[in-house]
Protein backbone atom coordinates (compact mmCIF):
# COMPACT_ATOMS: atom_id res chain seq x y z
CA UNK A 1 0.00 0.00 0.00
CA UNK A 2 2.97 2.22 1.03
CA UNK A 3 4.39 1.68 -2.57
CA UNK A 4 1.44 1.99 -4.68
CA UNK A 5 0.29 5.05 -2.49
CA UNK A 6 3.26 7.13 -3.31
CA UNK A 7 3.16 6.28 -6.57
CA UNK A 8 0.26 7.38 -7.47
CA UNK A 9 0.58 10.81 -5.99
CA UNK A 10 4.09 11.06 -7.46
CA UNK A 11 2.02 10.66 -11.01
CA UNK A 12 -0.38 12.68 -10.16
CA UNK A 13 2.11 15.56 -9.26
CA UNK A 14 4.18 15.27 -12.23
CA UNK A 15 0.81 15.38 -14.63
CA UNK A 16 -0.33 18.82 -12.26
CA UNK A 17 3.02 20.27 -11.82
CA UNK A 18 2.05 23.64 -10.46
CA UNK A 19 -1.34 21.76 -8.67
CA UNK A 20 -1.22 21.39 -4.57
CA UNK A 21 -1.88 17.35 -4.11
CA UNK A 22 -3.04 15.92 -1.25
CA UNK A 23 -4.05 12.60 0.24
CA UNK A 24 -6.91 12.45 2.19
CA UNK A 25 -8.70 8.73 3.14
CA UNK A 26 -12.94 8.08 2.90
CA UNK A 27 -14.93 5.97 5.17
CA UNK A 28 -18.73 5.43 6.67
CA UNK A 29 -19.79 4.59 9.92
CA UNK A 30 -22.78 3.01 11.21
CA UNK A 31 -23.94 4.80 14.34
CA UNK A 32 -27.93 4.14 15.86
CA UNK A 33 -30.24 3.22 18.56
CA UNK A 34 -28.35 -0.14 19.45
CA UNK A 35 -25.96 1.19 21.79
CA UNK A 36 -21.94 1.03 21.91
CA UNK A 37 -21.16 -0.71 25.12
CA UNK A 38 -17.84 -0.87 27.38
CA UNK A 39 -16.95 -1.69 30.38
CA UNK A 40 -16.89 0.48 33.25
CA UNK A 41 -14.81 0.32 36.77
CA UNK A 42 -17.60 0.15 39.64
CA UNK A 43 -16.88 -0.56 43.33
CA UNK A 44 -15.90 -4.12 44.25
CA UNK A 45 -19.51 -5.53 45.10
CA UNK A 46 -21.56 -3.33 43.16
CA UNK A 47 -23.03 -4.63 39.62
CA UNK A 48 -23.16 -1.93 36.75
CA UNK A 49 -26.13 -1.02 35.62
CA UNK A 50 -26.73 0.21 31.90
CA UNK A 51 -29.91 0.80 30.54
CA UNK A 52 -30.51 -0.76 27.16
CA UNK A 53 -33.48 0.32 24.15
CA UNK A 54 -32.58 -1.81 21.61
CA UNK A 55 -33.77 -0.41 18.29
CA UNK A 56 -32.65 -1.15 15.05
CA UNK A 57 -32.41 2.08 13.32
CA UNK A 58 -29.25 3.76 12.20
CA UNK A 59 -27.41 6.88 10.33
CA UNK A 60 -24.33 7.31 8.19
CA UNK A 61 -21.78 9.39 9.50
CA UNK A 62 -19.13 10.43 6.07
CA UNK A 63 -15.85 10.73 7.43
CA UNK A 64 -13.17 12.14 5.37
CA UNK A 65 -9.19 12.79 6.99
CA UNK A 66 -5.98 14.07 5.81
CA UNK A 67 -3.66 12.38 7.64
CA UNK A 68 -0.80 14.70 7.83
CA UNK A 69 -2.91 17.33 9.12
CA UNK A 70 -5.52 15.59 11.16
CA UNK A 71 -8.17 17.82 9.33
CA UNK A 72 -11.46 16.30 9.10
CA UNK A 73 -14.81 16.94 7.00
CA UNK A 74 -18.07 14.85 8.24
CA UNK A 75 -21.14 14.53 6.94
CA UNK A 76 -24.40 12.25 8.65
CA UNK A 77 -27.10 10.76 6.58
CA UNK A 78 -30.06 8.30 6.76
CA UNK A 79 -28.06 5.83 4.19
CA UNK A 80 -25.50 4.98 1.95
CA UNK A 81 -25.66 4.77 -1.57
CA UNK A 82 -24.19 5.96 -4.65
CA UNK A 83 -26.59 9.05 -5.04
CA UNK A 84 -25.94 9.99 -1.38
CA UNK A 85 -22.10 9.24 -1.82
CA UNK A 86 -22.10 11.20 -5.64
CA UNK A 87 -23.60 14.40 -3.33
CA UNK A 88 -20.72 13.84 -0.53
CA UNK A 89 -18.13 13.46 -3.11
CA UNK A 90 -19.34 17.30 -5.04
CA UNK A 91 -19.39 18.80 -1.85
CA UNK A 92 -16.40 17.37 -0.34
CA UNK A 93 -14.73 19.08 -3.73
CA UNK A 94 -16.40 22.19 -3.86
CA UNK A 95 -15.68 23.11 0.07
CA UNK A 96 -12.07 22.46 -0.32
CA UNK A 97 -11.93 23.93 -3.73
CA UNK A 98 -10.34 20.69 -5.33
CA UNK A 99 -10.03 20.96 -8.95
CA UNK A 100 -7.56 22.34 -11.40
CA UNK A 101 -5.12 23.92 -8.91
CA UNK A 102 -5.83 21.35 -5.81
CA UNK A 103 -5.85 17.43 -6.73
CA UNK A 104 -6.83 15.31 -4.15
CA UNK A 105 -5.83 11.46 -4.13
CA UNK A 106 -9.02 9.81 -2.14
CA UNK A 107 -8.08 6.31 -0.74
CA UNK A 108 -11.38 4.45 0.07
CA UNK A 109 -12.58 0.48 0.43
CA UNK A 110 -14.49 -0.89 -1.93
CA UNK A 111 -18.06 -0.56 -0.69
CA UNK A 112 -21.24 -1.09 -3.07
CA UNK A 113 -21.77 2.51 -3.31
CA UNK A 114 -18.13 3.41 -4.41
CA UNK A 115 -16.34 4.61 -7.53
CA UNK A 116 -16.61 0.73 -9.02
CA UNK A 117 -19.56 1.17 -10.49
CA UNK A 118 -20.30 3.75 -13.81
CA UNK A 119 -23.26 5.23 -11.69
CA UNK A 120 -20.62 7.31 -9.41
CA UNK A 121 -19.96 10.72 -10.35
CA UNK A 122 -16.36 11.62 -9.10
CA UNK A 123 -15.41 15.79 -9.31
CA UNK A 124 -13.07 17.25 -11.03
CA UNK A 125 -9.47 16.98 -9.27
CA UNK A 126 -10.72 14.01 -7.34
CA UNK A 127 -8.40 10.73 -8.24
CA UNK A 128 -9.76 7.66 -6.64
CA UNK A 129 -7.65 5.18 -5.18
CA UNK A 130 -9.57 1.71 -4.04
CA UNK A 131 -7.82 -0.03 -0.92
CA UNK A 132 -7.19 -3.76 -0.80
CA UNK A 133 -10.40 -5.94 -0.01
CA UNK A 134 -11.01 -6.54 3.43
CA UNK A 135 -8.24 -4.63 4.97
CA UNK A 136 -9.70 -2.01 7.10
CA UNK A 137 -6.34 -2.06 9.20
CA UNK A 138 -4.90 0.23 6.35
CA UNK A 139 -7.87 2.43 5.84
CA UNK A 140 -6.63 5.71 8.04
CA UNK A 141 -10.11 6.79 8.17
CA UNK A 142 -10.99 3.57 10.52
CA UNK A 143 -9.08 5.27 13.31
CA UNK A 144 -11.85 8.17 13.44
CA UNK A 145 -14.65 5.69 14.70
CA UNK A 146 -13.37 5.15 18.15
CA UNK A 147 -13.05 8.52 18.61
CA UNK A 148 -17.18 9.07 17.80
CA UNK A 149 -18.03 6.11 19.59
CA UNK A 150 -16.57 7.44 22.53
CA UNK A 151 -19.45 9.85 23.25
CA UNK A 152 -22.08 7.60 22.24
CA UNK A 153 -20.88 5.19 24.50
CA UNK A 154 -22.67 3.43 27.21
CA UNK A 155 -25.80 6.07 26.58
CA UNK A 156 -29.27 5.36 25.38
CA UNK A 157 -30.86 7.75 23.22
CA UNK A 158 -34.66 8.26 22.80
CA UNK A 159 -34.43 8.92 19.03
CA UNK A 160 -32.21 9.44 15.86
CA UNK A 161 -32.17 13.26 16.61
CA UNK A 162 -30.93 13.00 19.78
CA UNK A 163 -28.17 10.61 18.70
CA UNK A 164 -27.80 13.22 15.80
CA UNK A 165 -27.17 15.89 17.96
CA UNK A 166 -24.63 13.61 20.04
CA UNK A 167 -22.72 13.20 17.13
CA UNK A 168 -22.43 16.43 15.39
CA UNK A 169 -21.22 18.16 18.26
CA UNK A 170 -18.78 15.55 19.04
CA UNK A 171 -17.09 15.56 14.97
CA UNK A 172 -16.89 19.41 15.88
CA UNK A 173 -14.98 18.87 19.14
CA UNK A 174 -12.70 16.40 16.69
CA UNK A 175 -12.41 18.76 14.09
CA UNK A 176 -10.88 21.31 16.66
CA UNK A 177 -8.54 17.94 17.59
CA UNK A 178 -6.11 18.06 14.58
CA UNK A 179 -3.14 16.95 16.39
CA UNK A 180 -4.68 13.67 18.23
CA UNK A 181 -6.14 13.03 15.00
CA UNK A 182 -2.94 13.35 13.18
CA UNK A 183 -1.59 11.22 15.98
CA UNK A 184 -3.82 7.96 15.49
CA UNK A 185 -4.58 8.52 11.76
CA UNK A 186 -1.16 9.45 10.09
CA UNK A 187 0.22 5.85 9.30
CA UNK A 188 4.34 5.92 8.85
CA UNK A 189 3.93 4.89 5.06
CA UNK A 190 1.17 7.26 4.60
CA UNK A 191 2.92 9.83 1.83
CA UNK A 192 3.49 13.37 3.03
Known amino acids: MEKSTSRKKKKIQQEYPDADVQVWAEDEHRLGLKPVLRRVWVEKGYQPIATVNWRFQWLWLYGFV ?63 MLMPSHSPELQPAERLWPLINEAIAN ?6 EELEEVVISRCKKIMEEKEIVKGIANFYWWPN
Open 155 to 160: RTFKNL
Open 66 to 128: EPNTGETYWWLLPYVNTELFNRVLKDFAQHYEIGKNKRVILAMDQAGWHPIKETTEIPEGIHV
